[in-house]
Each structure stands twice: as C-alpha cells, then as structure tokens.
C-alpha cells in the first residue's frame, strides 16, 4: 500500500459544484495532516491544515476519519480559480517532526464555466 | 514579507556538468527543506536541515548529489556531475518551530532543471 494515495483524476465540473476529494494513508500512528495546492508550473502552497474535529475556511471544509485512515477536502461553489492540483499531505512518523511529511501525487481539478 | 527565493528559476545543463541550486529561506524559519518532483514520482524530500545542521538525507539520491547551509539564511544543493535523469523541479521550503502541532512549509518558486 502506497503511503499516501490519491485518486489523479481530472475532475472536471462546472462553475458552482461541490466537489470532494479523499485521500488515504497507511500510517496509522500520523497525526499531521494537510492540504496543499499547486498551480501549473507553480510551488505548493498550504490551503489548510486537517484537524481531528474536522475545519471548515470559507467554502473549503477539511475532515479526518482515522479509523479509516482518510482525510478529505470538500469544495463548496467551485471556482474557476479553484482549477489546481490538490495535493494531500500527511505526517508519517506521527508526532510532530517536521521532515517526516508525505506529499501524494495529487488531484487534479478543473473547474469550466 | 519576502518568501523562500530560490536561483536560478531555470537551469539547463549538459551531462556531466556540475549544478548549484541556491535557497534562501523565510527569515526566523529554522527548518530548511529541499524536494525534487517530476512527473512520474511526484514531491520526494531529498534533504532536510534544523538549525544548519543536516537532519535526515535518506532521500538523497546518491552521492552525485550534496547539500550544505553555511548559516541560517543560505542553502546550496550540488549535483556532480549531473546525469539527465536528475531532470526536475527541485523546490526549497522553510518552516518555523512551534509548539504543538507540526505546521505547514512554505515552497520557493523552484528551480525547473534540464539535463541534456
């Protein structure tokens, strides 16, 4: 099993869908875990980090479910800006060593008119 | 604020060339980071360093390839001689210590590298 799987997609939607992305990780003991985003030919940039209780920042909400080891992003009224690849970010060791994180491949969104 | 800057932005090469990719993280961050990413296997940490000391380099992927941080504000990574499937982004991140919970890294813009 990879250490962080992610579906590549594309997901193609219009403008105002809601899409979810899920991501899966095989470390059970991780407790960090983050959504990144990377424009084409651009850096990774933090979207938000993923707490136990689950956080929403603006139309973007967040969840974990450790019991199934999966984290989500859920994207409410999509926009053409929104059009990126998500990247799910996980820490593998647990704790909170900082070189530890685990980047998966990404999703990628694209969002039309 | 000033970001992580990264140089040069572009680099293209001739195999067997020596490369020197240059990083300048965000003032006061004290962890520095370098990954590479290509197409096939995605983000992958070569190196990270806590305080200009070199923590963890298991991602290095051989001795063709070295990294330094002379002080808290300059990182260098070296491949010799360079090979072109060294071929990649190679991106620069820093990230502070805090309490708690690990926090995010915050990326350079990447140097994008061809070796022909």
């Known amino acids: 099993r990879k250490e962080v799987e992610q579906d590549p997609g594309p997901f193609n939607v219009p403008e105002g869908a809601t899409v979810a992305f899920n991501c899966t990780y095989s470390?059970?003991?991780?407790?960090?875990f983050f959504w990144y985003r990377q424009d084409c030919r651009k850096e990774p940039k933090l979207l938000m980090s993923?707490?136990?209780s689950g956080n929403e920042d603006g139309r973007f909400t967040a969840q974990l479910n450790r019991a199934s080891q999966y984290i989500s992003l859920l994207i409410r009224d999509s926009k053409l800006s929104d059009s990126a690849t998500y990247l799910c970010?996980?820490?593998?060791?647990?704790?909170?060593?900082?070189?530890?994180?685990?980047f998966g491949k990404g999703t990628k969104l694209s969002v039309k008119p | 604020d000033a970001g992580v800057i990264q140089s040069p932005r572009h680099e293209v090469t001739e195999m067997g060339q020596e490369v020197t990719l240059r990083c300048k993280p965000i003032?006061?961050?004290?962890?520095l980071f370098w990954y590479r990413q290509t197409m096939m296997r995605g983000l992958e940490l070569l190196i990270y360093?806590?305080?200009?000391?070199?923590?963890?380099d298991s991602g290095m992927p051989e001795d063709r390839f070295s990294a330094k941080m002379p002080n808290a504000s300059f990182s260098t990574l070296k491949i010799q001689p360079s090979e072109p499937r060294d071929s990649a982004v190679y991106f620069c991140?820093?990230?502070?210590?805090?309490?708690?919970?690990?926090?995010?890294?915050?990326f350079g813009p990447g140097t994008r590298l061809t070796v022909l």
């Open positions: 991140a820093s990230s502070p210590t805090t309490s708690g919970k690990t926090p995010g890294q915050f």
């Open positions: 470390n059970s003991a991780s407790q960090s």
């Open positions: 993923v707490y136990s």
């Open positions: 970010v996980v820490n593998m060791r647990g704790g909170g060593s900082q070189g530890n994180l685990i």
């Open positions: 003032s006061g961050h004290d962890y």
């Open positions: 360093f806590n305080n200009n000391v070199p923590i963890d």
